[in-house]
Every structure is written in structure tokens, then in C-alpha cells.
């Protein structure tokens, strides 16, 4: 028997990416385990989720440390301790150091709301409007040492409706978050991932249904 993939996931708020990941777990469709959720916030309700399904969590707050150096140099010592083979972001809002990226190389992953390379960083969806695109989505990437800037795993895409606001268009990008981030850990744990420079290829993957899509549609 194939031993299963041993997730670390790193939460700073609600955890609905985890939570999405461990109802994939428990559904057979993700042959994985969540070894641990560390969180650098006390009170995040993700922890929550991860203590109802008996998962080992950890709080590591920042502002215990003295330096974002020594704050990784003990999140690598916690996710070294229990296991882990990949590290998943989920709504980690803190910028990893290179000792970490090291310790971990090309496995750490983490899901973006927004089609990058557009619109890295914070509040993208009202950067999204604010811009006036057409389309949004999400962004599951490696993870390296610029922001939101590794090579890409999947994206799905989320058009604009008139009328949208940030959190309008957060919500529905949200859906399609809690699809695509299970898909890619799954594509990691059963080493369909081959990844050449920056472009990412998907062992077997299924090619996109039709040629394009449009918004405004051109259907009359």
C-alpha cells in the first residue's frame, strides 16, 4: 500500500481552504493526511476546524519572535517533526524566508485569489473591479521568493458580473478555490507534477473543453 501524502497546512484566519482539503481527505478523493495546521494567530477559527476532525495543531504567534528568521527556523522545526512532505498555504499571511524555502524546496504550494501574474499581493478582487477586467479567478502556484510568483499548478477563471463588489466576486472565486486546491495536492501526491523552469505540466491531464470564452458572451 502507497503510503499517503503528509500535508503541513498553515492557516492565519478561517480556514475554509482546509476544510475543503480535509472533507477531499475524508471523501477517498485526496490520498493525503494533514500531519499538522499551524497557525501564527491564536484565535484562528481554522483551528477549529482542524481540532473537530482530531487533526495535531499548533499556534506559532510572529510576535513572539524577534526576528521572521527565527519565527521560520521554528515553523521548520514544527513541520520537520511531524512528517511533512508538503507544505500548503491556506490563507498563510506571512512572507516565508529563503532558510525556509530551502528546507522544503519546490514543496510548498499556495493558492492565490486572483489569475496571476495579475493582481499579486492583498485586496485583489477590488483591484480586479478596479481595474475593470473581465474575467478573475484563482491561482494555485509554488511557492518561491517573490510574492505570488511561482510557477503555476491550475487556475480556474471567474468572469465579472455587472454589479460586482470585492465581496461579491471574493465568494465566487471562493468556490472554485475549494476546487482546484484539492485537485492540485492530488496532482503532487500521486507525481503527476513535472515542472521545467517555470511551466508546470499535469501527467494525463484532460485538455480544456472548447476554444475560448467570452465576456460579454458573443450569443445574442
Known sequence: MTELLKLGVLISGGGSNLQSIIDHIESGELPANVSIVISNTPHAFGLTR?????????????SDFSSREDFDRELIRLLKNAGVDLVVLAGFMRILTGEFLRAFDEKIINIHPALLPAFPGTHVQQKALDYGVKFSGCTVHFVDEGVDTGPII????????PGDTAETLAARILVEEHKIYPRAIKYFAEGRIEKKGRVVRIKDEINPEGTAIHNPSLDK
Open 50 to 62: 482542524a481540532k473537530k476532525h482530531g487533526i495535531a495543531c499548533a499556534v506559532l504567534n510572529h
Open 154 to 161: 491550475i487556475q480556474a477563471v471567474v468572469p465579472v458580473i
